[in-house]
């Protein structure tokens, strides 16, 4: 007989992972425990990963008694552990896993932990798809084809250091950024710096925390101009619709690059006025993004944990600049009539807490922000929320509610996951869950 409603996933001592045979799963908003709305979950997209979490026991609802239930051991005694799914690009997570941090667990690595649980048969996850884009979709990557074309690259730019730091990207992290340059389709990536004006806390390039690993080696000697020239232009020319953009998982801040990156750009438009040159970035330098829009810069994406400055600050931890820097340097792309978007890191119960939604409506009307790209934040939650400290959860609304509260403030506003190449800057595209939307209607 079908399932109705997805049973709790658990991990023995070993890390081998099972579906319990009678207590059903249930989530955590970042401020309750509750059970996902069945329209909430999807069967588990293709390139998500599933975690064991370390130290962590499991909490699932009784369907008889409807309580809650805390799983220390197993039939065999052994100790059990939550788990997690993490889940494949261009989707979000509507909801953390639920699971009690026992004394002495580990922090853990830097992904976005969401709820996982399984029904007839399968995994399912309370997520939504915010991109139709296909441009990371994991079938489309096929590793020989790959390695054949950076084979190809070597001999075509024998001297291009950021060719060669690119192939480490696709080859050794599977960057799906560096894995399309050398595939010749939609986005390159120009990693220009090895510094940075913030230390943020879940920093993937550079992790101050010693309990946390960073996933990449951050670049160590700066790009200069004629090679990032070289790769933007070869992408431009031979992409339809191509984008570029400074700002990658393994570099610093690219604005802290100022003059390689205006020489670039300036480089670039004389050579081909093809694609779009994008910039992504923490804005922190308004007088150099100033400068880049004049140089040639076409957009800018933004991150952002939060517009609340005192928990952009416990993110961040910026180093000579504040959260009106980055508002100012939206301002001077808008101003200009240039293209903004947000890299918003969705944390469900920060991000859909009506404190938030205020100061973000105010960051996006001042700064005349056109699209919001919904990211999972990747990080520890506990140790998110203890960096934030208090008040950073306070009655969440829910992420699907966070969104289409945004979109009825904003209707030209676009959400997605990915920078939009040219023919789609300035269209507002589909909002996400809006089949969802009559399960929120008070
Ligand atoms: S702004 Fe980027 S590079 Fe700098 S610390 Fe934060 S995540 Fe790392």
Redesign the pocket.
């Known amino acids: 007989m079908a399932e109705s409603y997805p049973r709790v996933m658990v991990a023995d001592a070993e890390g081998r992972i099972f579906d319990h045979p009678d207590l059903e799963m249930l989530v955590w908003d970042g401020e309750s425990l509750r059970r996902p709305e069945r329209e909430e979950l999807i069967a588990l997209p293709l390139g998500s990963d599933v975690f064991a979490l370390p130290g962590r026991s499991p909490l699932a609802a009784d369907p008889d008694t409807d309580e809650v239930v805390e799983l220390n051991e197993g039939p065999d005694g052994g100790q059990l552990n939550a788990v997690s799914a993490f889940v494949a690009p261009a989707y979000v997570r509507l909801y953390h896993p639920a699971y009690e941090t026992r004394d002495g667990a580990p922090d853990l690595p830097l992904y976005a932990y969401g709820a996982v649980g399984w029904m007839n048969g399968r995994l399912y996850a309370p997520a939504i798809r915010v991109d139709s884009d296909k441009r990371q979709d994991p079938y489309r990557f096929d590793v020989p084809e790959i390695e054949a074309k950076v084979l190809e690259f070597k001999l075509r730019y024998p001297r291009n250091k950021t060719v060669r730091h690119l192939e480490h990207c696709a080859l050794v992290y599977h960057c799906r950024a560096a894995q399309n340059y050398f595939l010749g389709r939609w986005e390159a990536p120009m990693p220009a710096a090895s510094t940075?004006?913030?230390?943020?806390i879940?920093?993937?390039?550079?992790q101050p925390d010693v309990n946390v690993e960073a996933a990449h080696t951050r670049l160590d000697i700066p790009a200069d101009a004629d090679d990032l020239i070289e790769v933007a232009v070869g992408h431009l020319e031979r992409v339809p619709n191509g984008v570029v953009s400074f700002g990658q998982g393994c570099?610093?801040?690219p604005l802290v690059q100022g003059p390689v990156l205006e020489a670039t750009l300036r480089g670039i438009r004389a050579r081909t006025d093809k694609g779009v040159l994008n910039l992504n970035s923490?804005a922190s330098l308004p007088k150099v993004v100033a400068k880049l829009a004049d140089a040639g810069l076409d957009a800018i994406r933004i991150?952002l944990n939060s517009t609340r400055a005192p928990y952009y600050e416990r993110y961040?931890r910026p180093t000579g600049y504040d959260l009106a820097d980055v508002l100012q340097s939206a301002k001077e792309m808008t101003s200009r009539g240039l293209y903004v978007s947000l890299n918003y890191f969705v944390f469900p119960g920060v991000s859909d807490s009506p404190a938030e939604i205020e100061s973000l409506c105010a960051f996006i009307e001042e700064g005349g922000v056109q699209m919001i790209q919904l990211r999972n934040l990747n990080i520890d939650p506990q140790l998110y929320l203890r960096e934030l400290g208090e008040g950073a959860v306070s009655d969440p609304i829910g992420v699907i509610p966070f969104i289409h509260t945004l979109r009825a403030r904003f209707p030209k506003l676009r959400f997605g996951y990915y920078n939009p190449p040219r023919t789609k800057q300035g269209r507002k595209g589909p909002l996400p869950g809006a089949k969802l939307a009559p399960l929120y209607a008070t």
Do not use: K, P, T
């Open positions: 940075c004006n913030a230390a943020c879940g920093c993937i390039s550079d570099e610093g801040e923490n991150s961040y």
